[in-house]
């Protein structure tokens, strides 16, 4: 005699192995299964709609934005940078024109006061005109070759490379230490040196007891001083980190 249908009371032949109970089933008792399980669908597609309608609402804007506006700041910054250089170099130019320009008038208002002061006093010599003249035609010459001055420009191309900005992922209010660059060089601080340093985006100034030293881009020092107004300063500083010591 075989197994009737595994479901209580049930007299019925079994015919399959119902795929969500894994009992043997009846027809019946396997179309109410199977209708069951069909029926489970219709709460998952609600919770897909939902999930659309939250994903539709998402403000990316606002997450865009941010990290956008960082991009901007440093776009700006490069661009400040680019502004400096060329305002530097014209005023170079102007510069060296100037100067040259002032020369010849300089020389223009000698000979003019050397001239008057002649007519003033009614005297002068044969020598004097000629060196007069002579002086002259140079300043002719000086003041045409000042518009024939050409520069040669030469520039380097910039490089920009696409590692000068690294997008990574974090969620909200993390702070995640990876973001920081790996460690460029370590600096050995003698005992006694103070915690304030500085930099700008070429150099590090750093106390090295005894000295203030500045490095460069590679971490070579390129100056360094002896500084003698730190003590009162290390004093606080070594006060504090007793103290924090003690309490912690
Ligand atoms: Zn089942
Ligand atoms: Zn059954």
Partial sequence: MPQPCSIKDCTRTPRW??????QNLCLQHLNEHNDLLISQL??????IKALEDCLQALNIQKTIDNSREKLEEWRDDCYKKIDCLFEQKCRELDQVINEKVDQQREELNRIHLKITELIDAQETSRQDIDLLTSTIRQ???????????CFTIVTSPLVIDDTFIFIKETTEHELDLSTLSPVYETIHRPKGSSGPLTCNDRYLLIHQHPNLCLYDREMNIVKQTLWRYVNNTQNIINTDQHENTAHG
Avoid: S
Wanted: hydrophobic share 35%; with cysteine; proline share 4%.
């Fill in 42 to 47: 219709n709460p998952l597609t609600l919770e």
């Fill in 17 to 22: 192995v119902c795929d969500c109970c894994q």
């Fill in 139 to 149: 300043l002719e010459i000086n003041i045409n070759n000042i518009e024939q001055i």
